[in-house]
């Protein structure tokens, strides 16, 4: 097959029908899972009003998963237990819970779009005051900011994806 049916096959909505004619039945049901999921991206990719709050998703996806690495060395080097970092990850959810109410607030100040960006700095900014923790106390004090900033920036953002899709007329994230 050559590239150019390739190509066709993964940007155009023929795909599907390109599974149905040349895959078996069995490995159809596996491919509807994995590849129909992806037409979808190009929407991402080709709109830029939808290409925004994916491209932050990923960025918080990317700023959460460096914390979560990086655990284990905090971890050594503030010489706490499991138990103690479990107490400290409780406080991060806790600030998150306190600022659930708060954050419809401040989407009335700020608007959906300024406060996820401004949301993400912050919960990016925070990150190093969770690296830099000189004890414990300061790790608990940082993580229920971070709570609270996540809190802020998933609120912004999935609001900012029900205007976005409302006023597109398509809905992607929300169905």
């Known amino acids: 097959m050559c590239i150019t ?5 993964l940007f155009f909505n023929d795909f ?8 078996d ?8 899972i994995f590849f129909i999921p992806m037409l979808s991206l190009k929407i991402f990719f080709r709109e830029r009003k ?3 709050p994916a491209f932050l998703y990923a960025c918080f996806a ?3 998963s460096t914390w979560i690495i990086y655990i284990p060395h905090l971890a050594a080097k503030l010489q706490i237990s499991e138990g103690q970092i479990g107490t400290a990850l409780f406080f991060s959810s806790v600030g998150s819970f306190v600022m659930i109410p708060l954050a419809n607030r401040l989407i009335d100040i700020l ?4 406060q996820a960006f401004v949301g993400f700095i912050l919960y990016a900014f925070l990150l190093y005051g969770i690296m830099l923790a000189p004890s414990y106390l300061w ?4 993580l229920f900011c971070y709570g609270m900033m996540s809190s802020i920036f998933s609120i912004a953002v999935n609001s900012l994806i029900a205007e976005i899709e409302k006023r597109a007329g398509k809905y ?3 169905g």
């Open 5 to 9: 049916r390739i190509a066709k096959i």
């Open 111 to 114: 608007g959906v779009g300024r």
């Open 172 to 174: 992607i994230m929300t």
């Open 62 to 64: 990317l700023v959460f």
């Open 16 to 23: 599907y029908a390109f599974l149905a004619d040349n895959i």
């Open 139 to 142: 790790l608990i004090a940082a």
């Open 25 to 32: 039945d069995n490995y159809l049901v596996l491919a509807q």
């Open 50 to 52: 939808f290409f925004a």
